[in-house]
């Protein structure tokens, strides 16, 4: 009998809950995505954009206050590395390897949500405030049957199991056998 390796790249989409950051930092993340989504919004209608820009161009643009943006990415540093020690504390009993492949705040993306669309304004306080991080992992895992489809359906449904509660929001977008 022969063992085989299956592997797995995983992508998850994982929000902290509000008591993390109200226990361990001194700005709510909530705060400092409302003043950024603010000031974007300002930045927007001033200059007649379509599109509400990622916070790195604004950054480049000397648009936005240089504290509000020290500010996101402090809490953003924070949470990606709540998120990688949860992640890593779950599953590594799980899979024989867990590695990180990418590991990015939402609130540095650009943005899905335009100008003049319902609640834009609400989604935008909800992309630029630095609570959610998109995570790109590698997992390995060793079985008896060389089956990838059905290691990656296995792989996202025990990931999910295994971290649904550790999060206030969690999802797998996306599993695929490498």
């Known amino acids: 009998m022969s063992l085989h390796v299956a592997r797995v790249a995983m992508n998850l989409v994982v929000r902290l809950p509000e008591h993390v950051f109200e226990r361990h930092l001194p700005a709510s993340p909530y705060v400092v995505g409302e003043a950024l989504a603010?000031?974007?919004?300002?930045?927007?209608?001033?200059?007649g954009l379509g599109y509400y820009p990622a916070l790195d161009y604004l950054r480049e643009q000397q648009v936005l206050e240089p504290d509000l943006i020290e500010a996101a990415e402090n809490i953003g540093w924070f949470a990606s590395n709540l998120v990688r020690d949860e992640v890593r504390r779950k599953l590594r009993p799980v899979f024989s390897n867990v590695a990180f492949q990418t590991q990015q705040v939402?609130?540095?993306?650009?943005?899905?949500?335009?100008p003049g669309q319902p609640n834009s304004r609400a989604e935008l306080i909800r992309h630029y405030t630095?609570?959610?991080?998109?995570?790109?992992?590698?997992?390995?895992?060793?079985?008896?049957?060389d089956q990838p489809e059905a290691m990656a359906r296995w792989a996202s449904n025990t990931?999910?199991?295994w971290l649904k509660n550790s999060f206030e929001d969690f999802a797998v977008t996306s599993a695929e056998p490498v």
């Open 38 to 47: 603010d000031a974007v919004i300002a930045h927007v209608r001033e200059q």
């Open 106 to 114: 939402l609130a540095f993306t650009l943005p899905a949500v335009r």
């Open 130 to 145: 630095p609570d959610t991080v998109k995570v790109g992992l590698l997992l390995s895992m060793l079985r008896k049957v």
């Open 159 to 161: 990931t999910h199991r």
